[in-house]
């Protein structure tokens, strides 16, 4: 599986978790259909479910007049991916994370989705500049 696919799956896990509250193996599984699961899908789903709290005090220290539980469930799954991936894979360029966050946001967010990603992880790589 490629990185983009796979983090396709991770956000369609993430965002099933996130919103209908099941179990990660269950959210995975769903995703993958009929797909073999990945490495790198499963690092991004339990990384960012394992660092979390950590991820949402980042997003949520670049969040004006905004609260976390306010943003678009898409919007803030893909945000959680980037935020894990820039803050704990060193092995993975951060502007490539970034891209790759923008680009999730045009397939699945909103018109707005992709401007907002980007902003808000452009402050993230400053703050851990």
Same mark, same amino acid.
């Given at each position: 599986?490629? &990185?983009?696919?796979?983090?396709?799956?991770?956000?369609? #896990?993430?965002?099933?978790?996130?919103?209908?509250?099941?179990?990660?193996?269950?959210?995975?599984?769903?995703?993958? $259909?009929?797909?073999? #699961?990945?490495?790198?899908?499963? +690092?991004?789903?339990?990384?960012?479910?394992?660092?979390?709290?950590?991820?949402?005090? %980042?997003? #949520?220290?670049?969040?004006?007049?905004?609260?976390?539980?306010?943003? *678009?469930?898409?919007? &803030?799954?893909?945000? &959680?991916?980037?935020?894990?991936?820039? %803050?704990?894979?060193?092995?993975?360029?951060? /502007?490539?994370? %970034?891209?790759?966050?923008?680009?999730? *946001?045009? +397939?699945?967010?909103?018109?707005?989705?992709?401007?907002?990603? /980007? $902003?808000?992880?452009?402050?993230?790589?400053?703050?851990?500049?």
């Amino acid at each position: 599986m490629k &990185r983009r696919a796979a983090r396709e799956k991770a956000l369609q #896990s993430l965002f099933q978790i996130d919103v209908s509250h099941i179990e990660p193996k269950e959210a995975m599984e769903h995703a993958l $259909g009929s797909q073999e #699961s990945d490495a790198f899908f499963e +690092q991004l789903v339990y990384g960012v479910l394992d660092h979390q709290e950590k991820i949402d005090e %980042m997003i #949520s220290r670049h969040l004006v007049n905004w609260k976390l539980d306010r943003l *678009a469930n898409v919007d &803030r799954v893909i945000l &959680r991916i980037a935020a894990y991936e820039m %803050m704990f894979l060193n092995d993975i360029p951060v /502007n490539v994370s %970034m891209n790759e966050a923008i680009e999730l *946001a045009k +397939q699945f967010g909103d018109d707005k989705s992709a401007k907002f990603i /980007n $902003g808000m992880l452009s402050n993230i790589k400053s703050d851990l500049e």
